[in-house]
């Protein structure tokens, strides 16, 4: 589940770039900063995918902004005249419902970082 969510992060970040190249200067900073968080989010997931147990706090972290997302699109669709909140909804809600059933399925929640930045196996 994680290797789709990091491969379409990924794919949208590629397809970001011609969005950002053809803003116009009203939106080039937001198209580049969406691009960039596509990145780092292709990262994210691409750690959880691999020590799914060694980051407790990313987990969370990563499930709190795609169901921030989801509901906040869900409420502007409710308000009308907001464009994308469908495709907003359709994808981070699909990526909102992968990252909880990832994060149930392995577990996520049985390490936690120590005071020193490593991580404690939970019993």
């Not at 200067?25 to 780092?40: D, F, M, N, Q």
């Not at 495709?87 to 909102?96: A, E, Q, Y």
């Amino acid at each position: 589940m994680l290797w789709l969510a990091a491969v379409g992060a990924a794919g949208a970040a590629l397809t970001a770039a011609s969005t950002v190249w053809d803003a116009d200067g009203g939106t080039k900073v937001v198209e580049t900063w969406r691009a960039y968080g596509l990145v780092v989010f292709a990262g994210l997931f691409v750690l959880l995918a691999l020590a799914p147990r060694s980051y407790r706090g990313v987990w969370e972290l990563v499930i709190f902004h795609k169901i921030a997302l989801t509901v906040t699109a869900l409420l502007y669709a409710a308000h009308g005249g907001i464009a994308d909140t469908a495709t907003i909804v359709g994808w981070d809600g699909t990526v909102s419902v992968l990252l909880v059933g990832a994060y149930v399925l392995s577990r996520g929640w049985t390490s936690s970082p120590d005071w020193r930045g490593t991580t404690q196996r939970a019993g």
